[in-house]
């Protein structure tokens, strides 16, 4: 190894990476859920659970890592939490597709403008991981576009709100959940799986187009499993190798990209209260990203 390097670094850097990776494929899942706009929210998240099981039943045994998962469904604390995330998590897909396709795209995007911010406090204030000044002078610019953007979409803030807090508790929690992320996502998935599996049954049985409505759709909804297991996947190994205020900062990625694809591809409206907004944020992301790359006390690592 070079001297230069360390376990440390290789860590972030890494981890940078796949952040970046997960909020790349976020940002331009959208496109993925327009193609099924004939298809119901509550279906899409359905099969979206369902599917995912089968492709992480099939990692699993690849990477034999079923052990992992018996040793998390014997720990009690950490079925706990990921009882909780799995409802946080099921929660977030529900109200983000139902905003994609009801043409709530920009809404969204400013729900997961407001989610680093909210990662980023929550990192300073329940994690107890410390800010520099001009981290703190991000999160205030970024908090002055936020609000911009907010203050044009007050007709649908509580889309932007409920996706922002509960994939931002997801996050902390899944953090603190000592559980592999490829088993934790599993676990997740297995507790959703019934519940999704029983509306599905359910809903096939009357006159709703739970499986879309041609063979394309079918198609698309079984593989949304994938789409929606690999940038988890991302994320929650991500989470784990770097400082939550960092992750934070990265899904700015997401957003901007949700956003391009609302107003480039679906024609939603770019008002100059937008402009303003994207050049508050991806300010900040660059100070706040140039601050920690630098060796700020965020990225800083404990002496042991």
């Not at 290789?10 to 327009?34: E, M, N, Q």
């Not at 946080?88 to 969204?108: E, F, K």
């Not at 394309?216 to 949304?224: A, E, I, N, Q, R």
Request: with cysteine.
């Amino acid at each position: 190894m070079d001297a230069t390097t360390s376990p440390a670094a290789d860590r972030t850097r890494s981890g940078l990476a796949l952040g970046v990776g997960a909020y790349g494929l976020w940002g331009l899942l959208p496109i993925y859920f327009k193609l099924l706009i004939g298809v119901p929210a509550v279906a899409i998240v359905a099969h979206r659970i369902v599917w995912s099981l089968l492709v992480l039943g099939i990692l699993l045994s690849l990477g034999k890592a079923w052990r992992e998962v018996g040793a998390a469904l014997r720990h009690k604390g950490s079925v706990k939490l990921l009882l909780a995330t799995s409802l946080l998590i099921g929660t977030n897909w529900l109200i983000y597709v139902y905003a994609v396709n009801s043409g709530h795209i920009l809404a969204g995007s400013l729900g997961y403008y407001l989610n680093p911010l909210a990662n980023i406090l929550l990192g300073r204030f329940v994690l107890r991981e410390p800010l520099s000044r001009p981290q703190w002078l991000a999160v205030a610019i970024a908090g002055v576009g936020v609000s911009i953007l907010a203050v044009g979409a007050l007709s649908h803030l509580w889309i932007s709100l409920a996706l922002c807090f509960s994939f931002s508790l997801y996050g902390l929690l899944r953090k603190i959940a000592h559980v592999d992320a490829t088993a934790g996502l599993a676990i997740e998935t297995l507790l959703l799986f019934v519940p999704a599996a029983v509306w599905l049954a359910w809903a096939s049985a009357r006159p709703l187009p739970v499986w879309g409505l041609d063979s394309t759709d079918t198609w698309l909804l079984v593989f949304s499993g994938v789409a929606s297991t690999i940038p988890l996947l991302l994320f929650t190994a991500a989470a784990r190798r770097l400082p939550y205020s960092t992750l934070g900062i990265l899904q700015f990625i997401a957003p901007t990209l949700q956003f391009l694809v609302a107003v480039f591809l679906y024609g939603e409206p770019f008002t100059s209260a937008h402009a303003w907004a994207f050049a508050c944020i991806w300010t900040a992301a660059i100070i706040y990203l140039l601050s920690a790359l630098r060796g700020s006390p965020s990225n800083a690592a404990a002496p042991e």
